[in-house]
């Protein structure tokens, strides 16, 4: 049974009627741009061929019925929260989202996909992104698409208490098949990029690590970044976002910062420059330079930022040896996750083998991995008007 055929199920045997809606929301991948968004910068991102399913219909009271199928658990809240629940966490990115649309009504409701969960495809988003559409068309609430991914990035922030950026919504509601999106996230502006090969594909392996660290490490980048970037105002204090500090001027003002600092903003500085130059090797179909980009990627969220660990740099050394791995990187916040690897569609089961094989050797377990295409973003597929 399909996710979407398991999600429908399970509505109908909880629920005892069919839904009224159905949505598809997927996940996503960032090429290049890695923790830049909150800094003001660009981003790379595209939704792809896994996604979450969620099902709903409205009831005539206030309750919600709330089911994951993915946990084969539940959750029932009578009315609007006032803060985030403690168990089910899960629960906290949907009902964060209708805290922040109004709390429209009563809803019945089951949801589950074929995103790996904690390998920093945006899982959570995904789910955020589908709970928002589904409800502005349940409710005709009226909100435009663009609406709803700053309405989904206002909800982890202030009810699920994520501080990340925009990248993850947008990308999920936004995306197009076979495209990345030049995303401004300080601006909002963005612009399409062909992604124009069918001789590549990306593959996720999945270290097996649980980001244990990822939440709380985050918000100290984030806090290191803004420490960073307030030292530096100092000297220009019309700058508001490290997207703004150029390299140069960060190179002649390192001696201001303390060397932890002084990396944490060198990476995200350099990160951003790599965002552009990724732009042009799109644009004119140069996926050797996209490749060498990524590599460069992860050496600077290893050695600058600091959130790799010996599990994703062996995966990207391993992908570095393959003839037919381009480029590869930690994605996501980091601690663990995946690697995303660009790899030639002809060769994905000899390069899977290959690090599959490393990977069980250095740490005696075995290597989950997925190849993953460029897909549309969120989307109703059913809607019983």
Not at 283 to 310: I, K, N, W
Request: charged share 20%.
């Amino acid at each position: 049974m399909s996710p979407q055929q398991q999600v429908w199920a399970t509505f109908q045997d909880l629920y005892g009627r069919p839904p009224e809606i159905l949505v598809r929301s997927p996940g996503r991948i960032n090429l290049i741009g890695e923790h830049t968004d909150y800094n003001g910068g660009p981003v790379l991102p595209a939704a792809i061929d896994r996604a979450v399913w969620l099902a709903a219909a409205k009831r005539a009271d206030t309750q919600c019925r709330l089911f994951a199928c993915d946990y084969d658990e539940g959750y029932i809240v009578e009315s609007q929260p006032s803060k985030p629940l403690v168990h089910p966490s899960w629960a906290n990115y949907l009902l964060g989202v209708l805290v922040e649309i109004g709390w429209p009504g009563g809803l019945d409701l089951t949801f589950g996909g074929n995103l790996p969960i904690g390998a920093g495809v945006a899982s959570s988003a995904a789910v955020q992104n589908a709970m928002a559409l589904a409800a502005n068309a349940l409710f005709q609430l009226g909100h435009t698409q663009m609406d709803l991914v700053q309405l989904t990035h206002r909800a982890e922030n202030q009810f699920v208490g994520v501080p990340c950026g925009i990248m993850d919504m947008f990308a999920g509601a936004m995306g197009r098949r076979n495209t990345f999106i030049c995303l401004n996230c300080h601006s909002l502006e963005y612009e399409y990029l062909p992604f124009g090969t069918t001789e590549l594909c990306f593959v996720l392996c999945h270290s097996g690590v649980e980001r244990r660290l990822a939440s709380s490490e985050y918000q100290k980048r984030r806090q290191e970044c803004a420490q960073g970037l307030a030292i530096l105002q100092r000297i220009n204090p019309a700058m508001s976002a490290l997207s703004q500090v150029s390299e140069d001027l960060l190179a002649e003002k390192e001696h201001l910062l303390p060397p932890t600092l002084f990396r944490r903003c060198r990476y995200v500085v350099t990160e951003i420059a790599r965002v552009g130059t990724a732009v042009q090797a799109l644009r004119s179909q140069d996926y050797a330079a996209m490749g060498s980009l990524m590599y460069l990627t992860h050496q600077g969220l290893r050695d600058d930022f600091e959130v790799s660990c010996p599990e994703l740099n062996l995966l990207v050394e391993e992908a570095m040896h393959h003839p037919a791995c381009l480029g590869a990187r930690l994605m996501g916040a980091g601690f663990g996750g995946c690697t995303l690897n660009l790899v030639k569609k002809s060769k994905v089961c000899d390069f899977s083998a290959h690090v599959s094989q490393a990977y069980t050797r250095a740490f005696k377990r075995s290597l989950r991995h997925w190849t993953v295409h460029l897909d549309d973003g969120a989307e109703i597929v059913f809607f019983d008007v």
